[in-house]
């Protein structure tokens, strides 16, 4: 059956004064996989989420990362007053997710909708972890700490506004991402590049008077396409997408400019692909 969203509000609200030691991880997915919080968009789950931890315990602190006033905050929670201890361990994942919204459904063996692989159903396993950690080991309390993040999926604002955190500096971090199960210890890293070209405007119909930028992305894109980039025994290849291009005025015109968005995931270091990048431009 598909599962509204407007039904499982007030379930989360409830979420607020039931014990989470008790919380089943299925129904606090489905809680949390209720409230729409596409990227941009994090503002309710992040207040409700925060509300629900102080009512059970935790001293939470809301990270401004975004001055849109959407309340689009970070949250770090831990067992102890913020700032008088550095927790070792922390749980961190993030509130955001893609577009577009996959209404909820359930059948005996799964769940299906937006969130639930990535990160809603991280999200709920590792608070009720967190909290099953801390009872079974009270002596770990002050040590353990809960740390969500938002623009996750845009443009990774949320994790950086982190490192600032008062009382931030773990020695040990488990991260709820989607990995089919799998321990990860390592991973790739992420670079965006937007290439920008510049053209010379003017009637197709007149090629000396005109230079289209299309025409030069293209070539540009082609060789980044060819290139061979770097691998690493561990991680495997850089890899690369090219996510958006953009450009033109008219079908007979001379495009003036043109742009390319391309996500990398980096083997080596930012430094050594941007690099390679430009001696491609």
């Known amino acids: 059956p598909l599962i509204g969203a407007r039904h499982f509000l007030h379930t989360l609200e409830d979420f607020i004064r039931m014990p989470l030691l008790s919380g089943d991880v299925v129904d606090l997915t489905m809680q949390l996989c209720a409230i729409d919080s596409i990227s941009g968009k994090e503002g309710e789950i992040v207040a409700l989420v925060a509300k629900g931890l102080e009512g059970q315990g935790w001293h939470v602190l809301r990270q401004k990362v975004y ?8 949250l770090y929670a831990t067992r102890v007053p ?18 577009p919204i996959i209404p909820l ?17 991280q999200l709920a396993a590792l608070i009720i972890a967190a909290h099953r950690l801390i009872e079974q080991r009270p ?11 938002v623009g996750e999926e845009i443009d990774h604002a949320g994790m950086v506004a982190a490192n600032d955190l008062p009382g931030y500096g773990p020695e040990f971090l488990i991260v709820g991402e989607p990995t089919e199960m799998k321990y990860a210890s390592i991973q790739k890293g992420a670079l965006k590049v937007k290439l920008s070209v510049a053209g010379k405007a003017g009637h197709s119909g007149y090629p000396h008077a005109g230079e289209s930028a299309i025409h030069k ?3 540009i894109l082609d060789d ?20 958006t291009i953009s450009g033109g005025q008219a079908l007979n015109a001379w495009a003036e400019k043109a742009e390319a968005g391309i996500f990398i995931r980096v083997t080596t ?6 690099r390679r990048i430009e001696t491609i431009v």
Request: no cysteine; hydrophobic share 35%.
């Open 139 to 149: 002596d770990l309390a002050k040590d353990v700490a809960l740390l969500f993040v």
């Open 67 to 74: 001055d849109d006033g959407k309340g689009r905050d970070n």
């Open 105 to 121: 459904r359930r059948t005996e063996e799964a769940l299906y909708g937006r969130g639930v692989n990535e990160a809603k159903g």
């Open 217 to 219: 992305l293209i070539q």
């Open 224 to 243: 980044v396409m060819k290139y061979e980039w770097p691998k690493d025994p561990q991680q495997g290849d850089t890899t690369f997408n090219i996510g």
């Open 82 to 99: 913020i700032g008088d201890h550095v927790p070792r361990l922390v749980f961190n994942s993030h509130f955001d997710t893609v577009p």
């Open 269 to 274: 270091t930012y430094d050594d692909v941007k």
